[in-house]
């Protein structure tokens, strides 16, 4: 079962949601924890163990083989990214604008653009007693976080049995990267905030999620200030509050520390157990 933890915007309290359920889940059974944030990733702040395995993840690009090239340009044609550019004497290939797709080297007449692995990260797995922790981090100047994202859910695919629950902490926003991260998730959890701004980017990621297929929950953090616009909002279109967060500053002192904050303050931990008892009681096909 794969359980996304995404948000319209940062800041809302997605990792620590991701790392206090994920600690409060593993208290019990086996749980992967996977932090696809690859452009920022901090769930590991907060998640210490044994470093289990660390692996260099690449992506292919095509590299220009100038003796075999007959200048013919319809790589430049064959590219929808405008990666690869035709200048009547040279080709030159933009590997941050490219996104692997193969075509201009499958197309190439004379073979002139092989492709080949250029690092853009690294995977690291940590182990805390029944928390497996997955952490991909993409390179300082890479610029797509999506291959990254796609072999970090091929990991989990390959190394964890089916039915272990996987928690994703996935990246902000409503574009590609979040949908990469979201679009083989079971269930998905929103986490927002109740202000204008986390109103607005609350509906923005639940049309996403909407356009996506895909079931969701609410789950509020720091509960108590703003408006009721939210509660408002997800009573009037069937949307389940599956827990609250509350606003307080023991807890925001606690997170500033770098330590999990469940076991330090009660309210939130019934909330983690509310939060457990849905995801539960899922019926997934
Ligand atoms: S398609 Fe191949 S042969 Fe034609 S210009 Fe591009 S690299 Fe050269
Ligand atoms: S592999 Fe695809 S995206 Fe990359 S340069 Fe070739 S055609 Fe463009």
Not at 33 to 48: A, C, Q, T
Request: some cysteine.
């Amino acid at each position: 079962m794969k359980i996304a933890i995404a948000s319209g915007k940062g800041g809302t309290g997605k990792t620590t949601l991701s790392t206090n359920l994920a600690a409060f889940f593993a208290e019990n059974e086996e749980l992967v924890l996977v932090d696809l944030d690859v452009e920022e990733p901090n769930s590991g702040l907060f998640i210490k163990g044994d470093a289990v395995k660390t692996e260099e993840k690449y992506k292919m690009i095509p590299q220009w083989n100038q003796d075999s090239c007959t200048l013919c340009g319809k790589c430049q044609q064959n590219c929808n990214f405008h990666a690869v550019i035709f200048l009547k004497t040279q080709v030159l290939v933009f590997p941050e604008l490219c996104h692997s797709c193969y075509a201009c080297s499958e197309l190439c007449p004379t073979g002139a653009l092989p492709m080949v692995a250029q690092r853009m990260g690294q995977l690291k797995q940590i182990k805390k007693e029944k928390l497996n922790f997955i952490e991909s981090r993409l390179d300082i100047g890479q610029e797509q976080a999506v291959p990254l994202i796609g072999q970090t859910l091929e990991y989990i695919d390959q190394n964890f049995p089916k039915e272990t629950i996987k928690l994703l902490d996935s990246p902000p926003g409503t574009s590609c990267p979040v949908i990469e991260a979201t679009k083989d998730a079971d269930f998905i959890i929103l986490v927002t905030e109740p202000t204008p701004f986390g109103m607005h980017d609350l509906r923005l990621a639940i049309e996403t999620m909407q356009s996506l297929n895909k079931e969701f929950g609410v789950v509020i953090n720091r509960d108590g200030i703003g408006t009721n616009d939210i509660d408002n909002y997800c009573t009037e279109n069937n949307i389940p509050i599956l827990a609250r967060i509350p606003n307080s500053k023991k807890l925001a002192e606690i997170y500033s520390k770098g330590e999990l904050t469940y076991k330090k303050f009660p309210a939130f931990e019934n909330e983690l157990q509310k939060i457990k008892t849905y995801i539960t009681n899922l019926k997934i096909s």
